[in-house]
């Protein structure tokens, strides 16, 4: 997976700031949104939501 990140300014094209390769494994991160021992926290819960969030098309 690739990590952009772009910055848009006045409605102008978005301009690419910086960009870095990432070695995700897609089977493993579904296995944890869909484990069912996962005990909730706060923070487990934000960065899960998080996570669907950006990867929503992949799901």
Known sequence: MDMVVL???N???PR????KSIDFDFN???NIVNFS???S???GNKLLM???N???ECI
């Open 7 to 9: 910055l848009e300014v």
């Open 11 to 13: 409605g102008k094209k």
């Open 16 to 19: 690419e700031l910086y960009r």
């Open 28 to 30: 493993y991160f579904n």
């Open 37 to 39: 021992s996962w005990k």
């Open 41 to 43: 926290t706060a923070e």
């Open 50 to 52: 998080h996570a669907k």
């Open 54 to 56: 950006v990867l929503s």
